[in-house]
């Protein structure tokens, strides 16, 4: 899988992308990350990319000229090995417009364009669905953007979607392209060590739920235990249980609750199934049972 990441500070992203999974899986082969410096297409002496808004209003616009040009510029590389397109360097190209015929060029050679996402709070809300489809792509580009946002142009110059990962703001969109980046990468098959572990992740499984509590040594810390029958070795019971206080922690959850010291625990008052799903009681098969 390839995946480009667009922005003006492709500094915040050298750590983030050499360490643990991810860093890994580069070395690996398995992901092709790239990030790209949008102010390397801007023209001028200055490279300029923001400007005041039409209309006024306080802070500054991504300049649409930049941004355009740089996702071109990124689309046509993206496909020239498949069918033999030469891409312009930002210095060779002289304006805008050059890197627009080499991105229609590969567009039409190949039948469509890779997909271009604008992280923006306008966007279409990230979840564990949107992040499993994803996955499934071949290539997603994604542009991060900065002051005030983007000129509204871009969207319809580039036909990109739009992806917000929640109601709330940010200085730029680079932080918002590590959730994407991390969500997504790490449903990539052979980037985790095991990969039923993915399939067993809060929202991950068949009804959405958010995973209930878990434990691990020692089996007293501070005078709190850990639950029976997590240790009675009884997988067909533990899955039940499981699945019971995924279905606590979801609806409390959904209502908003904290579970601070003094309200009732996730532990306490279970809601009732019948049958605990099957995935969890496969995981539980390949568990080792806990010891005292």
């Known amino acids: 899988m390839r995946i480009d990441i667009l922005t003006l500070f492709p500094e915040m992203f050298t750590g983030f992308l050499d360490g643990s999974l991810l860093g890994a899986a580069r070395a690996s082969g ?13 023209e001028g002496i200055h490279r300029q990319v923001d400007d005041r808004p039409f209309g006024g209003g306080p802070g500054m616009l991504l300049m649409p000229g930049p941004v355009v040009a740089c996702a071109e510029h990124v689309v046509a590389d993206g496909l020239q090995a498949a069918v033999g397109v030469d891409v312009a360097t930002p210095a060779q190209n002289a304006t805008s417009a050059q890197n627009a015929t080499s991105a229609q060029n590969a567009t039409s050679a190949q039948g469509a364009a890779s997909p271009v996402i604008l992280l923006t ?9 949107v992040v499993e489809e994803l996955s499934r792509r071949e290539r997603i580009i994604l542009v991060c953007g900065r002051y005030e946002g983007f000129d509204a142009r871009v969207r319809t110059a580039l036909g990109a979607e739009e992806l917000s990962i929640g109601d709330f703001v940010l200085s730029g969109g680079e932080v918002a392209a590590m959730v994407v980046v991390d969500a997504v990468c790490r449903l990539v098959p052979g980037v985790l060590g095991d990969e039923e572990s993915a399939l067993q992740d809060s929202f991950s499984n068949p009804g959405r739920l958010v995973e209930g509590p878990q434990y691990t040594r020692p089996r007293e810390f501070r005078g709190m235990g850990v639950p029976d029958v997590l240790l009675s070795g009884d997988h067909g019971k533990i899955a039940k249980w499981r699945h019971e206080q995924a279905i606590v922690a979801t609806r409390r959850r959904d209502a908003g609750a904290s579970n601070r010291p003094g309200e009732p625990s996730m532990n306490q008052s279970p809601v009732p199934t019948k049958k605990a799903p099957e995935l969890t009681a496969r995981a539980i098969e390949t568990t080792p049972r806990s010891v005292p």
């Open 121 to 129: 709070p306008g966007g279409r809300r990230l979840t564990q669905e």
């Open 30 to 42: 398995l992901l092709d990350i790239r990030v790209t410096n949008i102010r390397d297409f801007a």
